[in-house]
């Protein structure tokens, strides 16, 4: 139990510092869905990939959110793909900027994931 007490409180500041740094950096301009032409191409495969790495910690593996605090992605609207760039490259309420992090070409492969699972 205690284990988890030190491990959740070391994720939660770990968070609160990449927020703060994110903030400290402002928005992003908004990321194009097209990758670069020097871009690997987006794949479900390196969405998922990429979705685990910087998205599943906040809203769960598969999509499978476990908290209210959280937007669950499997409700997402497959038409509205401008807004989820949007929200992933400049942030919205609690949900911190990736533009800096998250290229667009793994952007619009994390789509293409969210697409996948929501059978899109």
Not at 7 to 29: D, E, K
Not at 63 to 86: G, I, M, N
Not at 108 to 113: D, N, R
Request: some cysteine; glycine content about 6%; charged content about 15%.
């Amino acid at each position: 139990m205690m284990r988890r007490v030190i491990l959740a409180a070391a994720l939660a500041a770990a968070f609160s510092s990449f927020a703060q740094t994110a903030a400290a950096q402002g928005s992003a301009p908004a990321a194009s869905a097209a990758p670069a032409a020097d871009a690997p191409v987006p794949t479900v495969a390196a969405g998922r990939s990429a979705y685990t790495r910087t998205c599943a910690r906040c809203h769960g593996i598969n999509l499978a959110v476990t908290s209210s605090a959280y937007f669950d992605l499997r409700t997402f609207p497959k038409d509205e793909k401008e807004r989820f760039v949007t929200s992933v490259t400049n942030g919205k309420r609690q949900m911190p900027a990736w533009g800096g992090i998250v290229k667009p070409h793994e952007i619009e492969a994390i789509w293409l994931y969210i697409g996948s699972v929501n059978n899109w």
